[in-house]
């Protein structure tokens, strides 16, 4: 079983920049596939950006691409995810999950195939 915990959410004004992170209880955390995706009110989960076990391959949806960067600290056993650039759309309850295996390079898109969950942080941006 692995826990996962985020943080770092919070109000910003539209521009501003904000960085998640989510911490892992699991010493094998760095075998597990990770993600963030996020859900505004009324509105379905979304991927966000994902990043392989080993950090060499992300993935990024195009809403955040060039805005957001994902990024792991295998050694801390946490991701995080840096936004900057951030817009009102941006405003959701942001969850980082995690898969465990699969290739050094495999990253997923489908919040179906994740295992592990945490409580989610809530992001607001004001315009």
């Known amino acids: 079983q692995v826990q996962l915990v985020e943080s770092g959410g919070g109000l910003v004004q539209a521009g501003g920049s904000l960085r998640l992170s989510c911490a892992a209880s699991?010493?094998?955390?760095?075998?597990?596939?990770m993600a963030w995706f996020r859900q505004a009110p009324g509105k379905e989960r979304e991927f966000v950006a994902a990043?392989?076990?080993?950090?060499?391959?992300?993935d990024y949806a195009d809403s955040v691409k060039g805005r957001f960067t994902i990024s792991r600290d295998n050694a801390k056993n946490t991701i995080y995810l840096q936004m900057n650039s951030l817009k009102p759309e941006d405003t959701a309850v942001y969850y980082c999950?995690?898969?465990?295996?699969?290739?050094?390079?495999?990253?997923?898109?489908?919040?179906?195939?994740?295992?592990?969950w945490g409580q989610g942080t809530q992001v607001t941006v004001s315009s």
């Open positions: 999950a995690g898969v465990y295996g699969g290739s050094s390079y495999y990253t997923s898109r489908n919040h179906h195939l994740y295992d592990y």
């Open positions: 699991k010493r094998t955390f760095s075998s597990y596939a």
């Open positions: 990043v392989s076990w080993s950090g060499g391959t992300t």
